[in-house]
């Protein structure tokens, strides 16, 4: 799937939107990005900039080969600001399924997404 991006990743992530979450099996669409942006501040109190929009690779058999009927959910990426990070952070996990930092999800999924995902991380897991 194309991603909505057009700028760079990195781009897009500028201060002092800097900690990059996502959230599993959720739609948010082009034409819907300013209402989630909002919902996200009057709701959840947390200032966020959508990113984009990514199809799940399938898992991977033991022997790296594809798992038939997996892959394809949709997962929303969004940066949130430096200074709600630490009021986000546990009330993050009471969403459904639970918004994970990247470097966490990485830390388990790397298989799921393009590799260039993996340049939204500011911090390592090793």
């Known amino acids: 799937m194309e991603n909505y991006n057009l700028t760079t990743k990195r781009e897009q992530q500028e201060k002092p939107y800097t900690q990059v979450c996502?959230?599993?099996?959720?739609?948010?669409?082009?034409?819907?990005?300013p209402l989630f942006e909002?919902?996200?501040?009057?709701?959840?109190?947390?200032?966020?900039?959508?990113?984009?929009?990514?199809?799940t690779y399938p898992d991977r058999d033991d022997n790296g080969n594809n798992v038939e009927g997996?892959?394809?959910?949709?997962?929303?990426?969004?940066?949130?600001?430096?200074?709600?990070?630490?009021?986000?952070?546990?009330?993050?996990?009471?969403?459904?399924?639970?918004?994970?930092?990247?470097?966490?999800?990485l830390a388990t999924n790397k298989t799921l997404y393009p590799e260039s995902v993996s340049n939204y991380t500011t911090w390592t897991t090793e």
């Open 70 to 105: 997996t892959g394809g959910r949709s997962d929303v990426f969004f940066s949130i600001h430096e200074d709600d990070i630490q009021s986000f952070a546990i009330r993050r996990l009471s969403f459904d399924p639970p918004i994970r930092w990247i470097e966490d999800l």
């Open 38 to 55: 909002k919902t996200m501040l009057e709701v959840y109190k947390v200032r966020v900039k959508y990113l984009e929009e990514i199809l």
């Open 22 to 33: 996502m959230w599993a099996s959720t739609l948010v669409g082009e034409e819907n990005i």
